[in-house]
């Protein structure tokens, strides 16, 4: 269960068997009133700054999004992907509900881009999956259809199988699809975590597809968000989420990813984990005890 | 599937649809030399003040262990035990691997306490389980028999079957066994983690027991140990872990637990998640925040 994705001269592997994906989430301007208007009015700055700290906190794939009301969406989705695309060879992952702009990123997208997104609901399906098909992309498939946002997991695996086989009909290997399970806020839906877990899992075992969400959805209106995020995502990768879409540069969200990799054996002889917690500005709490673990293993190098 | 532990007037229940329950390690003089000097001396001053540090930091039971090398450890987990239940209701976990103190400890323990522990040898099994019987009292299990540690989760699944079929049959029923996966080092046994999910989940579906770990050993000999600690604990309260054997004086591992449960949807409307937000000093990193969301909370109320 490996889903690929390219740029013209990177890799990244999406596989319940590798190292946790980071689909970085910063350049969106959806919330961000200054990258919207910088955007629309063709200043990409903030898009080349939000790049290159996405890329040096660790990010894999760069979600990019242009949804800017009133503005040309396509033209500027297309300009952000060329821009972003010359600075870093991470792949990107196309982020837009109107196909014109889909189709627009495929267009100018080098290697194989990440379609963001698909939903159960028929029209979506027959206007999105051709293009996919025709670019030879991967896709992430959003868990709901024409009936909305189920809360019985049951109703939300059925839309995430319902996409999988639809692609399927269209030509799309299954590996290209990724399932988005829908995280909704645990203060509002009481057992919205186990339900995302349970449809996890579900769609690891019964479809054998990866999976990604948007995690920080999560604590929507509660208090010390972060927190809860961290929670969450580790637990969630331990019952099969394979990538997220979220912001690597908080350190704390950083710091379970990698945690959770160790947990799951995904860093080989925990090498990541030693790496990042030999410097001290990542390592926070467990400095002293790091230094003295990295000069044992030291000497027993020696 | 709950397991009822009490002291004469508090009682504890542990189950999946519960909060998670926090057993408070830290009156065990093994590693901590001062400590087991003192109890050999009849100084217990420094018991008392961790059971009122681990009371006021939220462990529901408290774990207590007199494993003294040539002390009288039946005599002195008696008076550890007289002592904690003069200054606390909570119930007791009596933990040795001698029979003669595990014995001892039942008999001046009040309430239903839990033992910890017997393993699948058939010789611990008849030793431990007539005198739980006979007390009416819990047991942790230990997912090994005499062939050791297996790295194979089948394995260690099998003998806490064994266990479980054992107690039953010596009329303790089901649900006061509590099964212990046995966490392994990550650093040494790369699937680690993943076994301990794996005899989780098959110990809640197959079994319909409760569960417990000491889950720092799953960080031995790593850097950064409480980051590692809080993913593991977070990843296997997910897959079915009720209970925990830990030190709950640490705020980032408390943190984790009320986050988990949030997650669970075991906190019920987010309140004791709330709560523990409000206060400064627990909230660590997401202060400004939670103030921000207590203030609108506050707002709203009126």
Tied chains: 1, 2.
Excluded at 11 to 23: L, N, Q
Excluded at 119 to 129: C, S, Y
Excluded at 135 to 148: L, P
Excluded at 253 to 259: E, R
Aim: hydrophobic fraction near 40%; charge should be neutral.
């Amino acid at each position: 269960m490996q889903t690929i994705i390219s740029s013209k001269t990177k890799t990244v592997i999406i596989g319940p068997d590798r190292p946790f994906t980071i689909i970085g989430e910063r350049i969106n301007p959806t919330g961000r009133k200054l990258l919207a208007a910088e955007m629309a009015a063709g200043d990409f700055s903030r898009v080349e700054s939000d790049t290159i700290a996405q890329i040096a906190a660790g990010a894999h794939i760069l979600d990019i999004n242009a949804g800017i009301p009133l503005a040309d969406e396509p033209e500027i989705m297309a300009q952000a992907i060329k821009l972003v695309q010359s600075l870093t060879d991470a792949p990107v992952c196309i982020d837009s509900s109107m196909v014109a702009a889909l189709q627009r990123g495929l267009e100018v997208a080098q290697g194989k881009a990440l379609v963001n997104s698909v939903t159960g609901e028929d029209e979506r399906l027959e206007a999105v999956l051709p293009l996919v098909k025709k670019y030879g992309a991967a896709v992430i498939g959003i868990s709901h259809d024409e009936t909305g946002i189920s809360e019985d997991p049951e109703v939300r695996f059925l839309a995430a199988k319902k996409i999988v086989e639809r692609a399927m009909d269209h030509g799309i290997p299954r590996e290209d699809v990724i399932i988005d399970p829908l995280v909704m806020p645990v203060g509002a839906v009481r057992y919205g975590g186990q339900q995302v877990f349970s449809i996890l899992r579900r769609v690891r075992e019964e479809l054998g597809v990866n999976s990604t969400c948007g995690a920080s959805n999560i604590s929507f209106g509660l208090p010390n968000r972060e927190a809860l995020n961290m929670a969450f995502l580790a637990m969630a990768i331990s019952n099969g989420l394979t990538s997220a879409i979220t912001n690597p540069i908080k350190p704390e969200l950083k710091q379970t990813i990698l945690a959770a990799d160790v947990m799951m054996g995904n860093d080989e002889n925990c090498l990541e984990w030693i790496q990042a917690n030999r410097q001290p500005s990542e390592s926070g709490a467990g400095e002293g005890r790091s230094r003295r673990t990295r000069r044992r293993r030291e000497r027993q190098a020696k």
